[in-house]
């Protein structure tokens, strides 16, 4: 989706300040669509037992508190100092992205084989917490930031990443929230379909992995 986000940029292009700020917020508002998000968080809801709309969100929350720690703290010496991480880092946490994804594959597919056995829900918000932190990490997030160094003004494109990261999370707690109903009205469908999950889920981690190295072409 980074063509989207090149799109979303033009528009402030010699715009106002609000302007500006309005299309860092559009970048952080979809950017809790990127398919790496929505598998690693799907794959981690769908591994526990309870799928409650306020549960959910709090997860998206925790998800998205981590994403936008890792964002500011990474984003903001590359508007300052044009500080940028190297190649090799930037493919080495896209990998990490990637093990996680499967991890989290792995996990909910022997969740799944032994679903009767005592689940460990107080860890999942501390494991959103961690998800977000890698994802924030990641290329997509990198994207979003190299976007907001093209702000002339540098107080405005710390400023724009600020709202970029805030509004990062406010979708991730949406889009946690709405896949909780979901989850949530169809239990049944959705442990019944749990295997398929963590099978796509894996495979699509391994997939960008291998993207990662620019092994094979990732058209998101």
Known sequence: MFGLD???????N?????????VATLLGLRHATDPD????????????????????????????LGHALTLVVFGVPILLFEAYLPEVVQRGAETAVAALIVFLAVRLLVRHRHRHARGHEVRRPLAAFGIGLVHGM???????????AAIPST????ASLVVLAFFTAVSMTMVTSGLGSVLAARQALV????PALGVVSLAFGFWY????????????
């Not at 981690?44 to 929350?61: D, E, I, Y």
């Open 6 to 12: 090149d799109h979303l940029a033009e528009l402030s």
């Open 14 to 22: 010699g715009g106002s300040i609000l302007i500006v700020l309005l």
């Open 37 to 64: 998000h929505i598998a690693a968080v799907t794959t981690l809801m769908a591994s526990g037992r309870g799928h409650a709309r306020r549960r959910a969100a709090a997860l998206g929350a925790w998800w998205g």
């Open 138 to 148: 990641g290329g997509s997030a990198g994207i979003g930031v190299l976007l907001l």
């Open 155 to 158: 107080p405005l494109a710390v």
């Open 191 to 194: 442990t019944a379909a749990s």
């Open 209 to 220: 992995a291998a993207a990662a190295w620019s092994l094979i072409p990732y058209p998101f």
